[in-house]
């Protein structure tokens, strides 16, 4: 399994950005998706998540009422979409896949949030 992450970028405080997470190769049991970030100096935490049916979904406490995670299940893309976007949101973001056993990790999108 194969995970391209993109759409970070500088937006400013207020803004609106959606992240993707294009997954590719063995999709077969794949049992969720999510999205973590990484801010300089502090611990990975989880933003939101999706079962790979699109049936669940879960939100961190941090983005909750201002982000939505859905999946394109002909694209086999997971997406993040937030809004109104604060600078603690700045971060490196992963999208993170479980399959099985296994959990495989993309290779992170910058978002940086300016006031």
Do not use: H
Not at 97 to 111: A, E, F, K, N, S
């Amino acid at each position: 399994v194969q995970l391209q992450a993109s759409g970070g970028g500088l937006v400013q405080a207020g803004g609106s950005l959606r992240l993707s997470c294009a997954v590719s190769g063995r999709t077969s049991s794949i049992y969720a998706m999510s999205w973590f970030r990484q801010a300089p100096g502090k611990e990975r935490e989880i933003v939101a998540g999706i079962s790979w049916g699109g049936a669940t979904t879960y939100y961190g406490d941090s983005v909750k009422g201002r982000s939505t995670i859905f999946r394109d299940n002909a694209k086999n893309t997971v997406y993040l979409q937030m809004s109104s976007l604060k600078p603690e949101d700045t971060a490196v973001y992963y999208c993170k896949c479980v399959r099985g056993d296994y959990v495989y990790w993309g290779q992170g999108t910058q978002v940086t949030v300016s006031s």
